[in-house]
């Protein structure tokens, strides 16, 4: 183990219970209640708030399995809403930058604090600092954990979480303390340990995450590749994995969805489909990059006995490679009509982008420079539209208005951050 501990120390920092914590931000008289949030189309639970766990509502469970649950136990089901958690989100995450600028932004509720070269900083008052702040200015709770690698301050972050439940702030900064809480953290708890690993690891008694950094190098290098030679090195202390302070270019963009309920009329097939070609198209221009592939994949409900399915996908080259929305939907409705069948029920539609390069490294058409050049204008103009007066003000025409297969949002609370119609009213009584 290294023996001189810490040369570098980071933070892990995530929002409890996240989405069920964002939706107590603008009703209070959700606290201490069961909250939990249902997936797209209200499908199935994708959050719970501590209350709902300790009722036995478990994740990914498709809510019409507890619907009676939910009546009988008074638990609160609300709809995805991210654009309010997206924007929650950022705001957390530039308080996190208050402490340190080397933030790298992991998901929508954690993000790992790079503390490195901060001598003397009393980390654990700066853990409880960061609650106290992100808690006043946008009233979500957070832990916080410590370690001199990024895997250690997961680990701290799960015992705050965990068993520090009152300070919500761990720190693991030495030996003594990294055996201790290596010690009390299951394998199938670390991180960059697969649930695969973890079954195989159990077979040779691998029951903890000490219990892993005492087999052999040989042993783990040979069945979990240098990657899980890496992961022992930053359980031991040794910080293997950097901080990406940029995230990495997507090398594929998939926009997908199933429909609130099953859709026949081609027109509205064609309308999401083309919607979809339109996000993904915009995806690509914000990470600045172009596509030359594109696929699109229709789908009816593998899961409906009663009706015949059918499934199908078909990639059209996309030459010379785009990023324009009107390209990208013309392919996409190529395709479809390729793949399209009368008679059926379509449940789920997608598009996928793949091949994708940065857009300064497009290669370039002979005959085709004075179309690339319009495009890219005319895209310029409509994502500054957008950006400046809302949300699709402008769009592709054929992405149609009627939105028959939008997805079911039954139960979504008001947008309070991102749209002046949904600002939070309140009344006061004289």
């Known amino acids: 183990m290294n023996k001189n501990l810490p040369k570098q120390m980071y933070a ?4 409890n219970n996240f989405y069920a914590s964002c939706e107590r931000v603008f009703n209070p008289a959700l606290n201490g209640k069961p909250v939990v949030v249902l997936s797209n189309n209200d499908g199935i639970i994708i959050a719970r708030s501590a209350e709902a766990k300790a009722l036995g509502i478990k994740m990914g469970t498709p809510a019409f399995e507890v619907k009676n649950l939910i009546e009988q136990k008074k638990i609160y089901a609300f709809s995805s809403n991210y654009a309010l958690y997206g924007d929650m989100s950022q705001r957390m ?29 009393d980390f654990k008052q700066t853990g409880m600092d960061m609650r106290k702040r992100v808690k006043k200015y946008i009233g979500i ?24 439940k009152k300070t919500g702030v761990a720190l693991i900064d030495t030996p003594e303390k990294i055996e201790r809480a290596l010690q009390m953290t299951p394998i199938d708890e670390v991180w960059g340990i697969g649930r695969r690993y973890a079954q195989f690891l159990q077979k040779y008694q691998v029951k903890t995450a000490w219990d892993f950094t005492q087999l052999p190098d040989s042993f783990v290098k040979k069945h979990l590749s240098v990657v899980g030679l ?21 090398k594929a963009i998939r926009t997908a969805r199933t429909f609130s309920k099953n859709v026949i009329d081609y027109r509205f097939v064609e309308e999401a489909v083309s919607d979809f070609a339109a996000k993904t198209a915009r995806k690509l221009r914000e990470q600045k ?17 009663t009706k015949p399915y059918y499934a199908n996908s078909f990639s059209i080259q996309i030459s010379p490679s785009s990023n324009s929305s009107i390209q990208l939907v013309k392919y996409a409705q190529a395709a479809l009509k390729i793949i399209y069948k009368e008679g059926f029920e379509y449940k789920k539609a997608g598009v996928l982008v793949s091949g994708l390069s940065p857009e300064g490294n497009r290669q370039l058409d002979l005959f085709d420079n004075f179309s690339y050049e319009k495009h890219r204008n005319l895209m310029r103009i409509l994502d500054k539209l957008n950006a400046e007066n809302g949300y699709e003000v402008v769009k592709i025409g054929s992405q149609g208005q009627s939105r028959a297969w939008r997805l079911r949002q039954e139960y979504r609370s008001k947008r309070f951050t991102t749209r002046w119609d949904e600002l939070i009213e309140v009344v006061v009584e004289s």
């Open 12 to 15: 892990l920092v995530d929002g």
């Open 141 to 164: 709770p957070v832990s916080v954990g410590f370690g001199p690698t990024k895997t250690l301050a997961k680990i701290a972050n799960r015992i705050a979480k965990k068993h520090l």
């Open 230 to 250: 890496r992961t022992k090195e930053e359980l031991l202390g040794t910080a293997c994995i950097p901080m990406e302070l940029v995230p990495p270019p997507r």
């Open 289 to 305: 990059s172009v596509a030359n592939l594109l696929t699109v994949f229709l789908r009816t409900n593998k899961f409906d006995k």
């Open 93 to 121: 995450m530039n308080i996190f930058r208050e402490f340190t600028p080397d933030v790298e932004i992991y998901s929508i509720d954690e993000a790992f604090l790079d503390f490195s070269g901060f001598s003397g900083m």
